[in-house]
């Protein structure tokens, strides 16, 4: 069975092959063939000359100018096939390019179609493939002909002719078309998405980075040159050949000088000479295109092509030369960019020329996609680098900030050392101010008085009692307060009452709850009590009085008041001090940050009223430990 299908297949594909013979072509599978030559007479006869005619055979690709120079007006193809049998369903020819004025073809003296788009009008003759689809009544068995009509002009140089035929079933010859088409002209859309997508994103990194103007004119050169493409595709069959042609020579050469500018930046270098010339070149081409100076639009295509090629090398050239040493990858992918652009816009005039198969796909449309990838890389790696250089400067501003951060700490850990340090050294100092103004004073008084000869029990028993409470008064001001103002002033009650009995003379207090005093540290603490205790002691010795009070007090949420009044004979308040009591007591008020308020009694007597702010913070502690030392009595 495996050897009956062999042969049957094989004879079956020898079948299909026979339906093209006793004619040069070339299977291109078995429902398709190629056809390599063809005959070629030039006459201005309107009607498909017969076999008799003077026909002479051509190879295809055929180009007029190669066997008739400066030839014009019109020409005919004469294509025999033999067909083994009639098809049954419909054929099709294929032409990859072709290259006329107008073109019709005819099969067997009918005419199936053509084109009558010129050169001139959009430059859609020039290379475009051909599709047209034979009916299966206009062909028999036995010999076929396919005929070609063309009308030329005689342009400078001229490439019109037929390129090689594909004849047969219609899917396969379709398939051809659409891969002709997808190569050569339906290529632009995708290189206008791709143009489209790669603007959009280097817009928005402008956006999040305008410093960096390289990815704004990148943006701007895909976005205007996809904008030009969009317009050009509405409006081409519109009679607009003026715009038309502008459109199409922006379409066509108008990245070429953007990537040169954009090339040239991304190596470090700005020839504003260069990029000016760049920039007059790219406006005088767009308007060439409206008003030829160069001849026919084929000829001036010719040599806009040479000219930006030219301008891209040299950008090439500029960038090898005068780059960053050593050149770096982006600055040799810019370089190589220009240098592959302006070959693949060379390549088109090369087909033209001959120095390359004129049936080759037009590769002049492929310039967009290098000019995306190596410049859109290079503008990559400038914001890779970027990125890693601001990490960097990231870390190393962490590592600064982390050493300075350490510094102060340490600077502020040896400051808080030496406050620790001065503070116990004023603590020193006040505490031994206090036992020599105080318990010393107290001493020396007793000193005299038992060395005066006149020295009473009663008188030795009291001035010993004093010195002991001067003692205890200066060791309470040590211990923690912890902002506690109540407990503060009753121990003082504890200390000075014992003396206030002793005087012959009562104590009266009147405290109510007080609120906290957060700073209440012990040179407050030792300030508070003088104060306190200077009222009381000159009450007692200089009032006469038989009666002390000392009330407490809040007033509102930021004062407290401490008030000691008495019912002795009270004081003149606009005679002179003889002392320094009243000095000292205030000075010690203003150290605290309070007031000292002196004034008669209603009833007769003396009131002393001091009173302190709860935000003892306020008033820094040295300051008040510096007037507390000064103002000792």
Known sequence: ????????????????????????????????????????????????????????????????????????GLGWYRIEFTLASAPNGTQAIEVDHYRSTWVEYYVNGALIGGSRET???????????????IPPSLLHAGVNVLMAHMSTRPPSFNIQGLGRVSFGDALPVREQHAKAQELGFYAWRSFYAMALAAGVIAFFAWLARPSDRILLWYSMACLSWVLAGAVWN?????????????????????????????????????????????????????????????????????????????????????????????????????????????????????????????????????????????IGAAIFD???????????????????????????????????????????????????????????????????????????????????????????IAVDALEPAEGDLGTVLGKLRHRIEPLVEAAGARLAWNAEE????????????????????????????????????????????DAIAVTVRDDGKGFDPLQPSKGLGLANMRTRAGALGGTLDIAPAPGGGTRVTLRIPVNLGQTAPRARQEAAIATRA
Not at 122 to 133: D, E, K, N, R, S
Not at 294 to 322: H, K, Q, S, W, Y
Not at 530 to 555: D, K, M, P, Y
């Open 514 to 557: 007080l609120p906290p005093v957060p700073a209440l540290d012990s040179a407050a603490v030792f300030g508070i009590q003088r104060v306190v205790l200077q009222a009381v002691s000159n009450a007692i010795q200089h009032a006469g009085a038989r009666e002390i009070c000392i009330e407490t007090r809040a007033e509102g949420t």
């Open 119 to 133: 050169i001139g009008k959009g430059g859609l003759g020039f290379g475009a493939p051909i599709f047209l689809t």
């Open 382 to 472: 400038r914001h890779v680098r970027a990125i890693w250089r601001m990490e960097q400067s990231n870390v190393e501003l962490e590592r600064r900030v982390g050493e300075k951060a350490r510094e102060i700490e340490a600077f502020h850990a040896e400051r808080e050392e030496r406050s620790r340090e001065e503070a116990l050294v004023r603590d020193r100092q006040r505490i031994l101010a206090d036992m020599h103004d105080g318990l010393g004073a107290s001493l020396v008084g007793l000193l005299r008085y038992a060395q005066s000869g006149a020295a009473q029990v009663r008188g030795l028993e009291m001035r010993v009692t004093e010195a002991l409470q001067e003692l205890r």
């Open 234 to 374: 509405v409006i081409r069959f519109l009679d607009l050949p003026k715009l038309n042609i502008a459109l199409l020579q922006v379409r066509q050469y108008g990245l070429a000088v953007p990537s040169a500018i954009i090339s040239l930046r991304i190596a470090g270098i700005r020839r504003i000479w260069f990029e000016r010339l760049l920039w007059c070149f790219l406006a005088t081409e767009v308007g060439l295109g409206v008003v030829p100076v160069f001849g026919p639009l084929l000829t001036e295509t010719l040599v806009m092509d040479g000219i930006n090629a030219a301008l891209l090398l040299a950008g090439a050239a500029i960038i090898v030369r005068a780059g960053r040493r050593p050149l770096r990858w982006p600055d040799a992918v810019a370089a190589a960019s220009l240098l592959a652009m302006g070959g693949l816009i060379l390549f088109q005039p090369a087909r033209f020329f001959g120095w390359v198969d004129i049936e080759s796909p037009i590769l002049r449309p492929y310039h967009v996609p290098v000019l995306i990838f190596a």
């Open 1 to 72: 069975m495996g050897f009956v299908r062999i042969a049957v297949l094989g004879t079956s594909l020898a079948a299909a092959a026979g339906m093209f013979s006793a004619h040069p072509c070339r299977a291109a599978d078995a429902r398709k063939v190629v056809f390599d030559s063809a005959q070629f007479l030039r006459t201005d006869e309107p009607r498909p000359p017969g076999p008799g005619a003077a026909w002479r055979t051509v190879h295809l690709p055929h180009v007029w100018r190669t066997t008739d120079p400066g030839a014009a």
